[in-house]
């Protein structure tokens, strides 16, 4: 498995944002107002994934007072991580797509409403795809000091 690309993940945000703005644009006049409810749930899934991606790159790395992590959980928490970083890209560009779609209807209260709650949302959706890939980054095995020591010693010679 290879760590996502933030080119890739970054055209996934901007071609789902258009598609949102597309469809938005005729059909925002038959949809019920956004709820809040998504900003506290994806900042808690990502606070959720910091911790978790905290406390596995200090197993692998072998921290005074933690114990070794089993290899196939590492796995799986990359795989959690790989996933939630394309799951908010998606999200990210909905809720960007539904802002975009709503700016110039600002001065009505309910797209002004889902104009701020589709605005947070977009931006909780980026902290958690910020939070995945600090978990992508924390499952990967570190060098070996002692194999970098060898080998400036064997150049050396």
Partial sequence: MKPTRV???AGLVIII??????????AY???????WTAVPTL????LGEAVTGVNTLRRIRRKPGTKPVEPLVVARMAALGK??????GVLAGVFAGFA??????LDKPT????????GGTFLAALVLVGAAFFLEYACRVPK???AEDQDRGASRA
Avoid: G, K
């Avoid at 944002?17 to 005729?26: D, E, H, K, M, S």
């Avoid at 797209?111 to 589709?118: E, G, L, M």
């Fill in 111 to 118: 797209p002004r409403h889902d104009f701020f709650v589709s």
């Fill in 29 to 35: 006049v038959s949809l019920p107002p956004l709820p």
């Fill in 100 to 105: 975009l779609s709503l700016t110039d209807a």
């Fill in 83 to 88: 996933a939630t970083a394309l799951a908010a």
């Fill in 43 to 46: 900042l808690l899934v990502a």
């Fill in 7 to 9: 080119p890739f993940l």
């Fill in 17 to 26: 944002t258009l598609i949102t703005w597309a469809v938005l644009r005729t």
């Fill in 144 to 146: 070996d000091p002692d």
